[in-house]
């Protein structure tokens, strides 16, 4: 036999890379642009404060900077500007050196590293595959992981992106909120072939958790401050509280009884998938990290326009305002649901500061608006442009009013056959509290103390803060997204509400709120220890699920395979797409089978090469025209017919009607278990026991 690839080694190191490349594309610009503005009195803060604003503006400024410049510009202008940045901060770092020599590392600072170190490792370890021998499995949320890979490979190869899952012959415009697949794509860029896009994504995943860790700090710092002493307390409480989520053990323990008792598939692959889903802080970097990227950018905006509202001067406001209303621009290309929610806020806390004549906030928020559909204009005029795909992938409006599911009476409410109407309506609006309960647990109980022992009126801080919670609830509670299955506006707005109640039970656990009773003491203890316990199971299950469905303790997911060969079929699809890395050019295009269970997850995930047609609808939500696809599904299917229908015997027909360079042909196809097909008659550049791939010549 051949010798084994590591491939995971290969990842951790690949992706290590890129987490120390990162910083080049979001902190140090971040730092460079607050040192100049003196954002905040950036020059009169501490190393701690410096370097968490650097990464928090960095964030919003640094991805639509980008956007901007290569879109109206060319690569070499965005490559200048970061030049540009780089030199500012090292001169910067030159002229204060003498007082970097003095600083000096706390206990606290120490544990803090310690703290992001460890979550770096569990990010990596989470995301790439894991090996042994000839076995190679990727980790659950590879389903999308896989999928944002893609475009952190199209924004590589050119800003603004072309979809990577479809080509009717000619490139059509990425229809995504993609800017924090940008960095990464700076950062593949600046690697060349070291970083590949799934490891640059891996990399994004881990900094959009640092970047959570340091918007606390600085909430603390700016909105809420109290001494050093408090000010250490609830940091530190703060970010060990993103550790923690609601009471989905509970449901997650009733799936093992139920698995016990014969219900295979009791056991979910994710800890939040029991419910409409209120992911903890760790899973949401892990899966969607650009939704946590949009919550640190939106938060950071507030923090600059509430610094800016309280320093002296009216250049300096309009300096934090217009630095906000680029973030704020940016975050619209982070994520969509989240910054339509803080959006949301934003006109409400505009409508109160004005009421209450607060004219400086008042005034901020109007520039910062302004800036911001200036800056998010070009990025949505693109996504609104001609040729912009199907839209709704489920037909229906994109947001629909809708009580928020609870899924265990949707069940008992089934078994009666009740599935719809207003008595369902009814049934999800009175457990709501039983709802939300479960899904924020900890949160739950230390929310209400909070809110009960704060005096009124509240303060300014505080009472902003309180709006904010009430926006994202009353909004994802009965409001819905439908672009596609997925409630994404209820699932990723959530996250804001989610945000301010880390901040409330920090200040609830650390006795800001006054001191506990034991039995609220107790309460809390169970209910934290209770969702960290969900953290670590859930972190474990995505990791290890796909393993423990290929030994057949769990139940095999469609998506991944139809047998127990999972971890075989894995590492020779890997072999086989890292075999067209090497050996196609850059721009190449690929084409398997599109009748697939959702989706193709290896050739997302390791191809990086274009897609012709990813799926059966060619992706064409994420952009193209969809009559263009049609033509090209015909070819494919008689490609790849059905089990019983007749397969060519030669490549050449489609091969001269598709814009393709490389076919695949898969051991789970029809096609490969006809012994007269093309699979069998034709020459592959490439073949190993699960895959063979053919040339289809010249490309077109």
């Known amino acids: 036999m051949p010798p084994v690839h590591h491939f995971m080694l290969e990842d951790l190191l690949r992706s290590s890379l890129a987490v120390c490349l990162y910083p080049l594309f979001l902190v140090i610009p971040g730092y460079s642009l607050a040192w100049w503005l003196d954002l905040c009195e950036f020059r009169r803060r501490t190393w701690a404060f410096r370097w968490a604003l650097s990464l928090c503006v960095g964030m919003g400024v640094c991805p639509i900077g980008t956007f901007l410049a290569e879109r109206f510009g060319t690569s070499r202008l965005a490559w200048a500007i970061y030049t540009a940045a780089w030199a500012y901060f090292a001169v910067v770092m030159a002229r204060g050196w003498r007082a970097w020599r003095t600083i000096r590392i706390s206990r606290q600072d120490a544990v803090v590293a310690a703290i992001l170190v460890a979550w770096v490792a569990v990010a990596l370890v989470s995301l790439v595959d894991l090996q042994s021998g000839y076995k190679d499995y990727y980790p659950v949320p590879a389903r999308d992981s896989s999928l944002r890979a893609g475009f952190t490979g199209a924004l590589a190869a050119g800003i603004p992106p072309h979809n990577p899952y479809y080509f009717p012959g000619h490139p059509v415009p990425l229809r995504y909120h993609y800017f924090w697949m940008i960095p990464g794509a700076l950062v593949e860029r600046l690697a060349g072939g070291a970083v590949g896009p ?28 109290r001494g050093p002493g408090s000010f250490r307390r609830r940091t530190m409480a703060g970010i060990l509280l993103l550790a923690v989520t609601g009471l989905d053990i509970l449901p997650a323990a009733i799936g093992w009884i139920l698995r016990s008792l014969g219900m295979e598939r009791a056991v979910t692959p994710s800890i939040d998938w029991w419910n409409e889903q209120v992911d903890g802080f760790p899973s949401t970097a892990i899966w969607v990290a650009h939704h946590l990227a949009g919550l640190v950018v ?35 290309g982070l994520s969509i649901y989240v910054t339509l929610v803080f959006s949301v806020f934003l006109g409400v806390w505009t409508l109160v500061a004005a009421a209450r004549k607060w004219w400086r906030e008042a005034a901020a928020y109007a520039i910062a608006g302004i800036v911001a559909m200036a ?6 005029l693109r996504l609104a442009g001609p040729g912009s795909g199907s839209g709704s992938g489920t037909g229906a409006a994109p947001l629909q009013f809708a009580v928020r599911q609870f899924s265990p009476a949707g069940v008992a409410l089934q078994a009666l056959g009740i599935t719809q109407g207003w008595r369902v309506s009814l049934t999800y609006l009175i457990l709501l509290p039983a709802n939300y309960f479960l899904e924020f647990g900890f949160f739950f109980v230390a929310g209400r103390l909070w809110w009960q022992r704060r005096p009124r009126p509240l303060p300014r801080a505080e009472l902003a803060l309180a709006i904010l919670l009430g926006t994202s609830l009353l909004i994802c509670t009965f409001v819905r997204s439908s672009v596609v299955y997925a409630n994404d506006l209820g699932w990723r707005g959530i996250l804001l509400a989610q945000f301010v109640l880390v901040l409330w039970g920090a200040d609830a656990i650390t006795g800001e709120t006054g ?22 199971y859930d972190i474990g299950l995505l990791r290890l699920y796909p393993v423990a469905a290929d030994r057949g303790v769990l139940a095999m997911l469609p998506w991944m395979a139809p047998d127990h060969r999972l971890g075989e079929r894995n590492y020779a699809q890997r072999e086989a797409y890292e075999w067209v890395a ?10 398997f089978n599109p009748r697939v269970e959702y989706q193709d997850t290896p050739a997302f995930l390791y191809a990086g090469r274009q897609i012709v047609a990813a799926d059966e609808g060619c992706l064409a939500t994420f952009g193209g025209p969809v009559a263009e696809c049609l033509p090209i599904l015909d070819t494919l299917h008689r490609l790849y017919p059905q089990a019983g229908e007749a397969a060519p015997e030669t490549i050449a027909a489609a091969c001269a009607s598709l814009p393709v360079d490389i076919l695949v042909a898969k051991d789970t196809d029809e096609v490969w278990s006809d012994p007269r097909s093309w699979v069998w008659r034709e020459q592959p550049v490439f073949a190993n026991t699960f895959m063979r791939l053919f040339a289809c010549g010249v490309r077109r």
């Open 198 to 225: 799934q490891h640059a994504w891996f990399a994004g995943a881990a900094w959009s958790g640092i970047g959570m860790m340091a918007l606390v700090a600085l909430s603390f710092r700016i909105l809420f401050y």
């Open 582 to 591: 090497r050996n196609s050019a850059a721009g190449a295009r690929i084409q």
């Open 298 to 332: 939106s938060i950071t905006v507030f923090l600059l326009l509430w610094e800016g509202a309280r320093v002296r001067g009216w250049s300096a406001r309009v300096r934090h305002a217009v630095v906000a209303g680029v973030a704020l621009g940016s975050a619209v």
């Open 515 to 536: 001191p506990l009773a034991a039995s609220t003491r107790r309460t809390l203890v169970v209910l934290g220890i209770l969702g960290m316990a969900g953290v670590v």
């Open 375 to 380: 800056c998010a204009a070009p990025y949505l």
